[in-house]
């Protein structure tokens, strides 16, 4: 089972690597969003994640952390 486990693990951090490579140059919250979930898909992970939803709103949030965390509130 852990080497399961570990191949999962793998799976997921290379999925993370990726997203955050998609959210930096994606220009749009949008564009971050489909590409991010599209990518999930094509790695077979959309429920290991929790769903589109899941992956939707994580995306989102470090979309805007990502552009926006230089303006002053």
Known sequence: MSTFKDFLIGKEDKFYSLASDLVAESEFELEA???CIELARDMNLLCVLGGAESIS????????DANFEHIPV
């Open 33 to 35: 969003v489909t590409k």
């Open 57 to 64: 709103n994580n995306v989102s949030e470090a979309w805007y």
